[in-house]
């Protein structure tokens, strides 16, 4: 007997970053949307503990304990007094270290799954405490939809969305380090406080933004896109800066750099123009390869 759960990848259509806790951490404002790219994470009874990954991306995810469907299998298991005694899959679709969430994606996936196989019957908000232990965004990948995050972004606030918003993501070579990003954030934040007394202002999610959500109003929301960290991921692989103007003289709506990067997204009009600024991205050699997705699309699913 095996369970298959079905997550999906975010994009952050705003992403406002408070300055560095005391404990490291940054207080946010995330506004997370769920997109239609997906992995899949089944779980089968085994004698142990045992990961195992196929895709494009594959070599590049850890197959040992510090895999997050890993950990969520084990913390579940811990909870419950039971062993993790599991074989996880994880046929991978979003891209890796991209800014996407796909390792919190199979942290929620493998979490539902075990809960599904084991019986344990947790309730959903204990599932959700044990996202938020597992990680700042694994309760959204749980959870799907659009919601407003604050705290470590782990904090969620269901936010209503009137209609289909329709993306393109370039993904890029190579990976950033989230740690990284937000170090860079922090240095450069340094710099502009030290040169022009510029203070981080605390972080708040935008009334037009929200609105823009609500109406199902691409247009506005294009306008309205905005991420903390694009500068930080911009200084750490400045060849992003051309994927973003190959993405926007192709027609697309609003561009940015999705959550820590590298992979970029575009919001576009609909479907047909998807097609046109993928293959405009893809033409203009700035990025590894292009997704056309839309959302928001449920969280995780059990198939
Ligand atoms: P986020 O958007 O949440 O910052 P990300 O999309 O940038 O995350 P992930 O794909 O989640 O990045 O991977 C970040 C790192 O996490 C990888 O480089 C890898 O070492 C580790 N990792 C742990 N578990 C997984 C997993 N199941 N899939 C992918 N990466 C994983």
């Given at each position: 007997m095996s369970v298959t759960v079905r997550v999906p990848a975010k994009v952050n259509v705003q992403l406002a970053v408070g300055g560095a806790r005391p404990d490291g951490f940054h207080d946010?404002?995330?506004?997370?949307?769920?997109?239609?790219?997906?992995?899949?994470?089944?779980?089968?009874?085994?004698?142990?503990?045992?990961?195992?990954?196929?895709?494009?991306?594959?070599?590049?995810?850890?197959?040992?304990?510090?895999?997050?469907a890993a950990r969520a299998a084990e913390a579940l298991a811990a909870r419950y007094g039971r062993r993790a005694d599991v074989h996880l899959h994880?046929?991978?679709?979003?891209?890796?270290?991209?800014?996407m969430a796909g390792g919190s994606a199979d942290g929620a996936g493998a979490l539902l799954a075990c809960d599904a196989l084991w019986g344990t019957g947790a309730s959903r908000d204990e599932l959700l405490d044990i996202c938020a232990e597992l990680g700042s965004?694994?309760?959204?990948?749980?959870?799907?939809?659009?919601?407003?995050?604050?705290?470590?972004?782990?904090?969620?606030?269901?936010?209503?969305?009137?209609?289909?918003?329709?993306?393109?993501?370039?993904?890029?070579?190579?990976?950033?380090?989230?740690?990284?990003?937000?170090?860079?954030?922090?240095?450069?934040?340094?710099?502009?406080?030290?040169?022009?007394?510029?203070?981080?202002?605390?972080?708040?999610?935008s009334g037009a933004l929200l609105r823009a959500l609500a109406e199902g109003d691409a247009v506005a929301l294009?306008?309205?896109?905005?991420?903390d960290l694009q500068a930080a991921a911009l200084s750490l692989r400045p060849?992003?800066?051309?994927?973003?103007?190959?993405?926007?003289?192709?027609?697309?709506?609003?561009?940015?750099?999705?959550?820590?990067?590298?992979?970029?997204?575009?919001?576009?009009?609909?479907?047909?123009?998807?097609?046109?600024?993928?293959?405009?991205?893809v033409a203009s050699g700035t990025c590894r390869a292009a997704r056309v997705a839309a959302g928001p699309v449920p969280g995780a699913v059990v198939l």
């Amino acid at each position: 007997m095996s369970v298959t759960v079905r997550v999906p990848a975010k994009v952050n259509v705003q992403l406002a970053v408070g300055g560095a806790r005391p404990d490291g951490f940054h207080d946010l404002a995330n506004v997370f949307l769920a997109v239609g790219l997906y992995d899949e994470v089944t779980v089968t009874p085994a004698d142990s503990l045992r990961v195992t990954c196929e895709g494009p991306d594959a070599s590049k995810v850890p197959l040992d304990r510090t895999n997050l469907a890993a950990r969520a299998a084990e913390a579940l298991a811990a909870r419950y007094g039971r062993r993790a005694d599991v074989h996880l899959h994880i046929a991978k679709d979003i891209p890796v270290a991209g800014g996407m969430a796909g390792g919190s994606a199979d942290g929620a996936g493998a979490l539902l799954a075990c809960d599904a196989l084991w019986g344990t019957g947790a309730s959903r908000d204990e599932l959700l405490d044990i996202c938020a232990e597992l990680g700042s965004d694994v309760p959204f990948s749980l959870v799907g939809g659009a919601a407003l995050g604050t705290g470590r972004g782990e904090k969620l606030r269901v936010l209503e969305v009137g209609g289909t918003f329709h993306w393109v993501f370039a993904v890029a070579d190579g990976g950033l380090s989230t740690p990284a990003v937000y170090g860079e954030c922090d240095r450069l934040r340094e710099f502009d406080r030290l040169r022009e007394g510029v203070e981080v202002p605390e972080p708040v999610a935008s009334g037009a933004l929200l609105r823009a959500l609500a109406e199902g109003d691409a247009v506005a929301l294009a306008a309205a896109l905005s991420n903390d960290l694009q500068a930080a991921a911009l200084s750490l692989r400045p060849s992003l800066a051309s994927t973003l103007a190959a993405g926007s003289s192709a027609g697309a709506l609003g561009a940015l750099v999705s959550g820590s990067g590298p992979t970029t997204a575009f919001l576009v009009s609909d479907e047909e123009s998807a097609r046109k600024v993928a293959d405009a991205l893809v033409a203009s050699g700035t990025c590894r390869a292009a997704r056309v997705a839309a959302g928001p699309v449920p969280g995780a699913v059990v198939l």
